[in-house]
């Protein structure tokens, strides 16, 4: 008996969406400048509407957390990619097709698109509509996730 017969190797388990990195993590990250423009809105009372002129703290704490917001999402979804990427080698032996690095891809594109719609529909009044266009961005990107993986 050869090393190699002895433990046979186990064929990845199939791939399953992350309920962690690939729901509760873009939702929470996108949740919370959203919550915090609405606080400091109600905070400020007014700053929000047309014309409005805003103190400074109020321009420099909604540009800080508009920023932490957007580097928070980068972060993910840079760490959504590599490891997609990961999987994807993993699981195609470090062969994956090019339509699935691309489709790939395209997750991380619709995901970023949900991040700046929630983001700009909560910083400014009247933009509240962005969220419906925000929610099939988001499905988009775990359809994505699914077709990149579909089979594997």
């Known amino acids: 008996?050869?090393?190699e017969n002895e433990f046979p190797s186990n064929p990845p388990e199939a791939f399953r969406l992350s309920t962690f990195w690939d729901i509760y993590i873009p939702i929470t990250i996108a949740a919370v400048p959203a919550g915090m423009f609405t606080l400091l809105g109600l905070v400020t009372n007014?700053?929000?509407k047309p014309g409005a002129k805003a103190a400074t703290w109020?321009?420099?704490t909604m540009i800080a957390l508009q920023t932490l917001g957007i580097i928070a999402m980068a972060f993910v979804i840079l760490m959504r990619f590599e490891i997609g990427l990961q999987q994807l080698s993993l699981r195609t032996n470090d062969n994956p097709p090019v339509w699935r690095k691309l489709i790939l891809f395209l997750s991380i594109v619709f995901i970023l698109l949900f991040d700046i719609l929630t983001n700009v529909a909560a910083a400014f009044a009247g933009a509240?509509?962005?969220l419906v266009?925000?929610?099939?961005a988001f499905v988009a990107y775990l359809l994505c996730i699914r077709v990149a993986f579909a089979r594997l």
């Open 58 to 60: 109020v321009i420099v």
């Open 128 to 130: 509240g509509p962005l």
């Open 46 to 48: 007014g700053p929000d």
């Open 1 to 3: 008996m050869t090393p």
């Open 133 to 136: 266009l925000a929610v099939p």
